[in-house]
C-alpha cells in the first residue's frame, strides 16, 4: 500500500489517512468514519463524563477483587463493627452484617453489569428479529406481530416484570429475564421503522433480483442498517434497565442476600435510615451515577449516529 | 344530493375509525388477559395445593382440581378465564379472602389520589419551566432544566423517597411520615370516596385534612418531580418547534407583545402534543406508585401487589396487573381521542 501510515507518524499524517477521501481499503474508511464519530462526540463534555462513567463501571467490575479492601460477603465482628459510620478503615461505613459497604458496591458493580449487558443480549436480536420481519414482510404478519408488540407495550414495564418475577419466582437470572422480556417491543417498533425506509430501495430490489432468499435479505441487508439506531436506543434504556432491576431488587425480587445488589442494600438500609443513614444512601448514590453515565453516554451517541433526533 | 351523499360518506368513515379503534381496544385487552393468563399457567406453584394443603388425600385434591376448571383443556380453561376478567371476577385473594376486585376497589383510590396530585404538580411546574428552557435556550435557566430532566431519568425513585424522608420528616420535621393520616386521625371522618383530601374536606375535619395534607406532601412532590422531569423536557422541545415556525414571526412582526407570543400563540399549538405527554406522565406515576407507595406505606394498587407477591398471591397480583394494564390502555387511548379533537388537521 503506498503511502503506508507506518510511515508517517505525525498526528496529522495519521489524520490525513483517516480522513482520506478516497480510503484504500475497507478498513480505512470505517476507521475513518469511527474517527468522524470520535471528534463529534468528543466535542460533547457530558457526552465523555458518561462515557468515562461506563469505563470506570467495567474496569470496577473487572478488577473488583483488586479493588474492593474486604469481602463483599463475609463480615466483620459483629460486635465492634457492626453500622459503623464512614471513616478511614471503611470508607463508606458498615451495614448491619458489619461487611464494608465500599466493597460490596465494588462487587455489586458486577452485578450490574451483568443485568444490564444480559438483558441487552436477550431483548435486543428479539426486537430486531420481530421487527424487521414485520417491515419487511408486511401484511398479515407485519399486523400480527405489531399487535403483539403493542400489548406488552401496554404494560407498565416494572408491573409486568413484577409479574413475571411473581410467577418464575425471585432471583437475579429470573429478573434478568422479566427485564428482557418487557425490553423489547421499543426495539420492535424502532427496527419496522427503520426497515419500511429501506424496503423498497434500489438495493433492496437488486439484492432479491440476484435470487438473494428472504432471510438472506432481512438479516443481511436489512438487519444492519436498523443496528445503530438501535444502539442509540439500547444504550439510552440502560439507564431504565439498572433502574428497573435495581427496583426488582429494592422489593426482594431481584438478587437474593447475600449477593451485593445495590437495590436489594438500599432495602435493607432502610431500617436503619434515620440513624445510620449511609447504609442506604451509599449504595443508590452507586446507582444514580451509573444510570446517569448511561444516559450521557446515550444522548452523546445520539447525537453522533443520528443527527436527525437531535434536538 | 351530493351534499347529502357527503354526510353520508364522512359518516361512515367515522363509523369505520370507531370500529378500528374498538377493534384495537378489544384486541390489546384480549392480549393483555393472555398474558396474563399464561403468566399465571408458569407458575410453578400448584394453585390446588395452595388450598388443600400438601397432605390432602387424593380425591380431595382431585375434587378441588375439578371445581378450579383445571382439568379440563387450556384453550377451555382460558375462555373461562376471559370471561370472568370480564366480568371484574379475577378470584380471591388468598391473603385477604376477599374478592380481588373489591380488595383492588378499595386501594385504588389511594393511588389515584397520588399520581393525580403529581401529575397536577408536573404540569404546574414543568409547563413553564420547559417554555422558559425553550425561549432562553442555552442560558442559566435551560441548563437548569436539563440537569433536572437528567437527574430525574437516572436516580432511584425509591431512594430518592427514602433519602426525602431522612431529610424533611427525620431530620427537619416539615412533613409527616410513612402512611396516609395519623391514627388519631382516622376515625374522625367515614370514607365515602376512599380519597383522604376529599372525605375530610367534605366533612369539615380540617385537622384531619391537614395531617393528610403533611402526609401527602412528600410523595406527591416526589412523584411531582418525576413527572416535571419529562414535562418540562417535552415542553422545551415542542415550544422549541412552534417557536421557530413562521406565524410566530408574522406575530411579532402585527406588534403582539412577547409574553402575547408565547404564552397564548405558541405555547397554544404546543399545547396538543403535550396533551399525549401529559396522559404517558400519568400512567407513568401509576407505575412509579409500585416503588413510592412500598417507600411511604402508602396503602395503594402498588403496596397492594407488592405485598400479595411476597406472599405468593397470584390472582391478585394478576389482577393488579391487569387493573394497571387496563388503565394504562386507557390513558392512552383517550389522549389519543384528545389529540383528534383538539388538532384540526388529524379531522
Given at each position: 500500500m503506498a503511502g503506508s501510515p507506518a510511515l508517517s507518524p505525525s498526528s496529522t499524517g495519521w489524520r490525513a489517512w483517516l480522513l482520506s477521501?478516497?480510503?484504500?481499503?475497507r478498513w480505512q474508511a470505517r476507521l475513518g468514519r469511527f474517527y468522524l464519530g470520535w471528534r463529534a462526540f468528543s466535542r460533547n463534555p457530558l457526552a465523555v463524563i458518561g462515557l468515562g462513567i461506563v469505563l470506570l463501571l467495567i474496569l470496577v467490575a473487572l478488577f473488583a477483587d483488586v479493588i474492593a479492601?474486604?469481602?463483599?460477603?463475609a463480615g466483620g465482628d459483629l460486635r465492634t463493627q457492626?453500622?459503623?459510620?464512614?471513616?478511614?478503615?471503611f470508607w463508606l461505613g458498615t451495614d448491619d452484617q458489619a461487611r464494608d459497604i465500599f466493597s460490596r458496591i465494588v462487587y455489586g458493580s458486577r452485578i450490574t453489569l451483568f443485568v444490564v449487558v444480559l438483558v441487552a443480549l436477550i431483548a435486543t436480536p428479539i426486537g430486531l428479529l420481530v421487527g424487521t420481519v414485520a417491515g419487511y414482510l408486511g401484511g398479515w404478519v407485519d399486523t400480527v406481530l405489531m399487535r403483539i408488540t403493542d400489548i406488552f407495550l401496554a404494560f407498565p414495564r416494572l408491573v409486568l416484570a413484577l409479574a413475571f418475577v411473581a410467577a418464575l419466582g425471585p432471583g437475579i437470572e429470573n429478573a434478568i429475564i422479566a427485564i428482557a422480556i418487557t425490553s423489547w417491543p421499543p426495539y420492535a417498533r424502532i427496527a419496522r421503522a427503520e426497515t419500511l425506509m429501506v424496503r423498497n430501495s434500489d438495493f433492496i430490489a437488486s439484492v432479491k433480483l440476484q435470487g438473494a432468499s428472504t432471510p438472506r435479505i432481512i438479516l443481511g441487508h436489512v438487519v444492519p442498517l436498523c443496528v445503530s439506531s438501535l444502539i442509540v436506543r439500547v444504550t439510552l434504556d440502560m439507564a431504565g434497565i439498572i433502574l428497573t432491576a435495581a427496583g426488582l431488587g429494592f422489593l426482594g425480587l431481584?438478587?437474593?442476600?447475600?449477593?451485593?445488589e445495590w437495590g436489594a442494600m438500599v432495602a435493607t438500609g432502610r431500617n436503619y435510615l434515620?440513624?445510620?443513614w449511609w447504609v442506604a444512601a451509599m449504595p443508590g448514590i452507586a446507582i444514580f451515577v451509573v444510570s446517569l453515565g448511561f444516559n450521557l453516554l446515550g444522548d452523546g451517541l445520539r447525537d453522533v449516529l443520528d443527527p436527525k433526533a437531535a434536538k | 344530493m351530493s351534499r347529502g351523499g357527503g354526510h353520508v360518506g364522512a359518516l361512515r368513515s367515522f363509523l369505520k375509525k370507531v370500529a378500528q379503534f374498538v377493534i384495537v381496544l378489544a384486541t390489546t385487552l384480549l392480549g393483555l388477559v393472555a398474558v396474563t393468563f399464561f403468566i399465571g399457567r408458569v407458575v410453578p406453584i400448584d394453585p390446588v395445593i395452595a388450598i388443600?394443603?400438601?397432605?390432602?388425600p387424593a380425591h380431595v385434591y382431585e375434587r378441588v382440581r375439578q371445581e378450579l376448571g383445571l382439568d379440563r383443556p387450556l384453550i377451555e380453561q382460558f375462555v373461562i378465564y376471559v370471561k370472568k376478567a370480564a366480568t371484574g371476577?379475577?378470584?380471591?385473594?388468598?391473603?385477604?379472602?376477599?374478592?380481588v376486585m373489591t380488595d383492588i376497589i378499595n386501594v385504588f383510590p389511594a393511588t389515584l389520589e397520588l399520581a393525580t396530585l403529581g401529575t397536577i404538580i408536573g404540569v404546574i411546574v414543568g409547563i413553564p419551566l420547559g417554555v422558559l428552557a425553550a425561549v432562553k435556550r442555552g442560558s442559566l435557566l435551560d441548563q437548569f432544566v436539563r440537569v433536572l430532566g437528567l437527574v430525574g431519568y437516572s436516580v432511584p425513585i425509591f431512594w430518592l423517597g427514602l433519602m426525602g424522608l431522612l431529610l424533611f420528616?427525620?431530620?427537619?420535621?416539615w412533613v409527616a411520615g410513612p402512611?396516609?393520616?395519623d391514627v388519631t386521625y382516622s376515625y374522625l371522618y367515614t370514607p365515602v370516596t376512599g380519597i383522604v383530601l376529599l372525605d375530610t374536606a367534605m366533612q369539615g375535619q380540617w385537622d384531619a385534612f391537614w395531617d393528610a395534607v403533611s402526609h401527602v406532601l412528600l410523595p406527591a412532590c416526589l412523584l411531582g418531580y418525576f413527572s416535571l422531569a419529562y414535562i418540562s423536557r417535552m415542553t422545551r422541545s415542542f415550544m422549541l418547534n412552534e417557536l421557530a415556525q413562521e406565524y410566530v414571526i408574522a406575530a411579532r412582526v402585527k406588534g403582539l407583545s412577547e409574553l402575547r407570543v408565547i404564552w397564548r400563540h405558541a405555547l397554544r399549538n404546543a399545547a396538543v402534543p403535550l396533551i399525549t405527554v401529559i396522559a404517558l406522565s400519568y400512567a407513568n406515576l401509576l407505575e412509579g406508585s409500585v416503588l413510592t407507595e412500598t417507600v411511604f406505606a402508602w396503602p395503594g394498587l402498588g403496596q397492594y401487589i407488592t405485598n400479595s407477591l411476597q406472599n405468593a398471591d397470584m390472582n391478585a397480583v394478576l389482577g393488579g396487573t391487569l387493573v394497571i394494564g387496563t388503565v394504562f390502555v386507557l390513558l392512552n387511548l383517550v389522549s389519543d381521542l384528545l389529540y383528534r379533537l383538539l388538532d384540526p388537521r388529524t379531522r
Open positions: 477521501p478516497e480510503p484504500h481499503s479492601p474486604y469481602s463483599p460477603v457492626r453500622l459503623l459510620p464512614p471513616s478511614e478503615t431481584g438478587a437474593q442476600p447475600p449477593m451485593p434515620i440513624d445510620q | 388443600v394443603g400438601d397432605r390432602a371476577d379475577f378470584g380471591n385473594s388468598v391473603l385477604t379472602t376477599n374478592p420528616y427525620a431530620k427537619l420535621g402512611g396516609r393520616i
